[in-house]
């Protein structure tokens, strides 16, 4: 996840559950503190690495405590509705036939650095070519 989404997916979450964003943040500031290492030259490690940073604790964080609160709500649906149920006699929903959907999405191993490298590859290609038309361009002006 880039560092513009991660902080986009933040603003979201802090705007649309600020609890959880709290409890988010605090998870990934307790996790960041536990993982810092005594300073060594200008830089503390842990803070800001792609794999240890405060963003992948915080979003770490808020993925585990989303899962939870979409449990907990879903189980509070599923009771009102029980509830509503029983106040006009009928029988209450088995929940326990419901099928579970669950979603995760992961990135293969080495997907992110193909895409980057294929990306600088094209980048790489396309100021040849700008190059190249630069000095044409310079070279047909002279003349």
């Known amino acids: 996840m880039s560092a513009k989404s991660a902080v986009e ?19 990934a500031d307790s996790a960041a ?31 585990t ?3 939870t609160y979409l449990n907990l709500k879903n189980q509070r649906d ?3 509705i029980n509830l509503q149920r029983a106040q006009v006699g ?10 579970i959907l ?6 293969p191993a080495g997907t992110v650095e193909k895409i980057t490298q294929s990306a ?5 290609k396309i100021l ?4 190249l038309g630069i000095g044409a361009f310079f070279v047909l002006k002279r003349a």
């Not at 009928?90 to 099928?99: K, L």
């Not at 600088?120 to 790489?124: D, E, P, R």
């Open 33 to 63: 503190s536990e993982k810092a290492a005594p300073l060594v030259g200008n830089s503390r490690a842990g803070l800001g690495e792609t794999d240890s940073g405060w963003f992948s604790s915080f979003i770490g964080a808020a993925a």
């Open 9 to 27: 997916f933040a603003n979201w979450l802090k705007k649309e559950h600020p609890a959880l964003y709290r409890r988010a943040a605090s998870a």
């Open 65 to 67: 405590l989303g899962g």
């Open 102 to 107: 669950t979603t995760r999405v992961e990135l």
């Open 120 to 124: 600088g590859m094209n980048i790489n």
């Open 78 to 80: 599923q009771l009102k």
């Open 90 to 99: 009928q029988p209450p929903i088995d929940v326990a036939g419901t099928p």
């Open 128 to 131: 040849i070519f700008a190059a």
